[in-house]
């Protein structure tokens, strides 16, 4: 299946020569939160419900059930060509100083999709929940209930108030854009890694959705992170949204998190492909356990 892509939502990446100005105002920053958003909801569009990916460019791979969670888990793959990644390169080589189209290799991409209750009880989460871990406190929450997270580090962010991104007939508010990263610890006897990223925000006025897109930050990690540490490349996209059906009278939030990942170092590809599968759907499980000790 043929699908338009953009240059900022992959591997290889953001330049720092493509990141807004330390003291660039909202306005400014706007032409980039605007293709953050306008290359990631077009990608994850089509992530189908269920088994069935017949038609979609996501291809099931597995679901997944956890103790903390009354919704299984379904994980997809999609697989970005070497020709389409070495023509989205070569297309936007202006944007991309980083990137050699004729190096470029092919991207795979797992994504995750479960259901949830709107409820402040255990084995789900209710809206305000998500909101307040995954868009207010991002960083800050996935240290808490991920034990691989060390440290984060906040570097910089933008003042993105009044910002509005419309797409399609809907207006995008709230933004938020942060340069930060993470550092993880990796089994013995591989070093930790460490994940630059700038993550936008931002929320749909008028109806529960919000996004967060994160984005590998290329210009290397904050210097209290460097020594020690393996230099990661992390992006993702990850929505949240209140379903238009309720079952049993409930609300339903719609929690789906895509990612391409590399832990760079002496760690192979093809076992990071074989093992991220498995990985990407125990966020619902730590976030689920943990939230429930975090609740009056």
């Not at 460019?57 to 060509?81: I, N």
């Not at 210009?219 to 949204?241: C, D, L």
């Not at 609300?251 to 076992?271: C, N, R, Y």
Request: proline letters at 6%; aromatic letters at 10%; a negative charge.
């Amino acid at each position: 299946m043929s699908e338009s892509l953009g240059p900022f939502v992959h591997l290889w990446g953001i330049d720092p020569s493509q990141v807004p100005a330390e003291n660039a105002s909202g306005a400014e920053a706007t032409p980039l939160l605007t293709s953050f958003l306008t290359e990631a909801l077009p990608f994850i569009s089509d992530v189908p419900a269920g088994e069935d990916s017949a038609g979609s460019s996501w291809k099931y791979r597995k679901s997944y059930s956890y103790g903390s969670s009354a919704a299984s888990v379904d994980v997809y793959e999609k697989k970005l060509s070497t020709d389409a990644m070495r023509r989205v390169a070569t297309n936007y080589k202006d944007q991309l100083p980083q990137v050699q189209p004729a190096k470029v290799g092919a991207e795979t991409w797992f994504l995750r999709r479960s259901v949830h209750e709107d409820a402040a009880q255990p084995k789900t989460a209710s809206w305000d929940e998500f909101v307040a871990n995954f868009k207010q406190h991002h960083a800050e929450s996935e240290m808490a209930f991920t034990e691989a997270v060390v440290r984060t580090t906040p570097r910089q962010h933008w003042d993105c108030g009044g910002v509005e991104v419309q797409v399609g007939d809907d207006t995008w508010v709230d933004w938020t854009l942060k340069l930060e990263e993470s550092v993880h610890k990796l089994p013995f006897p591989l070093q930790k890694r460490v994940f630059p990223v700038l993550q936008a925000t931002a929320a749909v006025q008028g109806r529960r959705e919000i996004v967060v897109v994160q984005v590998f930050y290329t210009g290397g990690p904050a210097e209290e992170n460097a020594k020690g540490t393996v230099t990661g490349a992390y992006t993702s996209i990850e929505r949240f949204r209140e379903l238009p059906n309720e079952v049993n009278g409930k609300k339903q939030i719609e929690w789906v998190m895509g990612t391409a990942s590399d832990a760079m170092g002496i760690l192979p590809e093809f076992i990071q492909v074989l093992a991220t599968p498995d990985m990407v759907p125990k966020d619902v499980d730590f976030f689920l356990s943990w939230v429930v000790g975090q609740r009056k």
